[in-house]
Structure formats: structure tokens, C-alpha cells
């Protein structure tokens, strides 16, 4: 069976079914990397977040994948003014998620190829992914697209 899907920007029927992608996201990077240990915020404060997020959409892209009326998928890109650097404007991923169920279908790389026709529209010629050094699934998927290191970040609990 063929599934048919839109990719689109985020609304507000969507938020719901976002927040639920976004939390198995931190439950998978705290399976990655301990230091990622997910945090129980309340559901309102994660929603107005995105509702934020969605108003701001000069510093972000938020697109989601429809089938049936369902999202099942998202792509999250914050937008940073990159002063000392050419190009001026990087597009970074933040968040990536497809539901499990809907992986192995050119899902994701539908969602990436859409983040990359607005940014084009947007003029921004630069985009990175953030997500835990140990995630080598991630690791392997944007190396596929021809991502590549950029910045590396440490870091580690005080006593």
C-alpha cells in the first residue's frame, strides 16, 4: 500500500501531534547519550513554544508531513544570523522526527527537500543539523544528503 503525503507548514491542529513527535524525539536522544535526560515540561509550555515558533516565522521553519489528515513527520529549523560568516543567514534543524511506522518511505528526505525549497525562496544557502554525536542513525542519514562536521560541541556535568 502506497501512502500519499503532503508536506506542509505547521498549523494549529497540528501542535498536539507535534508535541507527542517532539517528546519521543528527547526520549530517543536520552537513549543515545545520558546527558540528554528528558525533562517532564508541561504540555502548555511545550505548546506556546511551538505556537511562538509558528508566529516567528522569520526565525523558524516548521513543516510537517500529512497523510490522512495526521502529522506524521516534522522538521523544525531555527534561523541564525551567522555576523562574522558568509553566507550571512544559516538555517540549522533542530528537530527531526518521523513516526515509526512511516519510516522507509522517502518521508524524511520529502521533509528535508521541502525545508530546502523554502529556504531557497528565503534566499539561505546554509543549513546544518543539530542532534547527539552518538545518534549514528542521524549521523548516517544527513551524511547520505551530503551533510558534513562543521562545529563540534563538549560537554559534561559539574559535580
Known amino acids: 500500500m502506497s501512502e500519499d503525503f503532503e508536506v506542509r507548514k505547521m498549523r494549529e491542529g497540528d501542535v498536539a501531534q507535534v508535541i507527542d513527535m517532539i517528546r ?29 515558533a509558528m508566529k516567528q516565522e522569520k526565525q523558524h521553519i516548521l513543516l510537517v508531513a500529512d497523510t490522512g489528515g495526521r502529522a506524521v513527520g516534522i522538521v523544525k529549523a531555527d534561523i541564525h544570523d551567522r555576523i562574522h560568516y558568509l553566507p550571512r543567514q544559516e538555517a540549522r534543524i533542530t528537530e527531526f522526527y518521523v513516526m515509526p511506522e512511516f519510516r522507509r518511505k522517502n518521508l524524511g528526505r520529502k521533509l528535508i527537500s521541502e525545508l530546502y525549497r523554502e529556504l531557497r525562496k528565503r534566499e539561505i544557502t ?24 562543521l562545529v563540534s560541541v563538549y560537554g559534561r556535568h559539574l559535580d
Open 126 to 149: 546554509m543549513v546544518s543539523a543539530e542532534f547527539p554525536s552518538l545518534n549514528l542513525i542521524a549521523l548516517g542519514f544527513y551524511k547520505g544528503l551530503g551533510y558534513r562536521d
Open 24 to 52: 519521543r524525539l528527547k526520549l530517543l536522544n536520552q537513549e543515545f547519550d545520558p546527558t540528554f535526560q528528558v525533562a517532564e515540561p508541561p504540555v502548555e509550555e511545550v505548546s506556546d513554544s511551538l505556537h511562538e
